[in-house]
């Protein structure tokens, strides 16, 4: 991934971007028929390989509900479930600069900070997404960002997290030709 974004660089693509904004969404693979909601604060950066691609590297952190009841397998923790992504991708403008689809996999540290005996996990494990957005300008370097993404977050090989989220993102372009 470093890789790619000095190839970006040292060809002359020099439109990176960092935006940073808030998530919300809905756990979709919830065993019980509690409303788990996921919520979070995300950073992505993304530098160009081509006019219309980029790649993207990802993370923040998101978490369900104090108090969401979240099934482990061996154990049920009435505390939050908090995921910390760490994750590479793709990025391709479908319609000008405007219109987006991306793909991105990694790692995700997720973590329960107390479980019924009294004691925390954590585990990092694999974590992927895809989705897609829109770039709203602001002005020539500022934008807001929208875009729907599902992910997949495993915890252990028993438990797998799938999150359908909406983000929303305040932009920066810099070294714009």
Not at 54 to 78: F, M, N
Not at 127 to 149: I, V
């Amino acid at each position: 991934m470093l890789l790619l974004i000095l190839i970006s660089v040292l060809q002359g693509y020099s439109q990176q971007s960092l935006n940073i904004g808030v998530s919300y969404g809905q756990r979709l693979n919830y065993r019980h028929s509690t409303f788990v909601s996921v919520a979070g604060i995300t950073a992505t950066y993304s530098a160009p390989i081509s006019p219309s691609t980029h790649v993207r590297l990802t993370t923040g952190i998101e978490g369900t509900d104090p108090g969401s009841s979240i099934a482990t397998g061996t154990y049920e923790s009435r505390d939050d479930f908090n995921l910390i992504p760490l994750r590479a991708g793709v990025q391709h403008f479908v319609y000008n600069d405007k219109v987006f689809l991306y793909a991105e996999t990694g790692a995700g540290i997720g973590f329960f900070p107390y479980d019924l005996t009294g004691e925390g996990h954590t585990k990092v494990n694999l974590s992927y997404a895809a989705g897609g957005g829109y770039n709203f300008r602001l002005k020539e370097r500022n934008y807001l960002q929208g875009s729907l993404n599902i992910s997949r977050n495993h915890y252990n090989s028993e438990v797998k997290f799938t999150w359908l989220t909406l983000r929303v993102t305040y932009g920066i372009n810099w070294n714009k030709k």
